[in-house]
């Protein structure tokens, strides 16, 4: 089943100085194949959902390894079996409603 993942791996322990744990988990998920796309929040990723398990796992163990001694992760998974649709076709869809100004804004919509 394919499924799009947002991360959010949060060290603790090391102080203020998040980077470097924070480089090696998203470096660990480029390794275990996956196209990590890194945003201010947290990392999102799209796969199988064993390869995103997989990508979770290894990224955990890197920020360790990286020198976090606690790891705080954060995940939501979405997966849909009635088509196929990527993140970016998701963002489109809402810009596509953002420029049209038919588009309902009120709550009821």
């Keep these: 089943m394919r499924v799009s993942a947002d991360i959010q791996i949060i060290p603790i322990g090391v102080g203020v100085r998040l980077g470097a ?5 998203i470096r660990a998920i ?12 947290g ?3 799209e ?7 997989e990508a979770l796992r ?5 920020a360790h390894i ?4 606690r790891v705080s992760t954060a995940v939501k998974i979405g997966s849909r079996t009635d088509r196929e649709q990527s993140d ?3 963002l489109e869809s809402v810009r596509r409603h953002l420029q049209d100004p038919e ?3 009120d709550a009821g919509s």
Excluded: K, N, Y
């Excluded at 744990?21 to 988990?25: D, K, S, T, Y």
């Excluded at 290894?58 to 890197?62: F, G, M, T, Y």
């Excluded at 990286?66 to 001694?69: E, I, K």
């Design 21 to 25: 744990p924070i480089a090696a988990a």
């Design 30 to 41: 480029e390794g275990a194949g996956l196209q990590p796309v890194t945003h201010a929040h």
């Design 43 to 45: 990392t999102s990723v």
């Design 47 to 53: 796969g199988e959902l064993d390869a995103v398990l």
């Design 58 to 62: 290894c990224a955990i163990e890197a």
């Design 66 to 69: 990286a020198g976090a001694p």
């Design 88 to 90: 970016a076709q998701r």
């Design 103 to 105: 588009t309902p804004t």
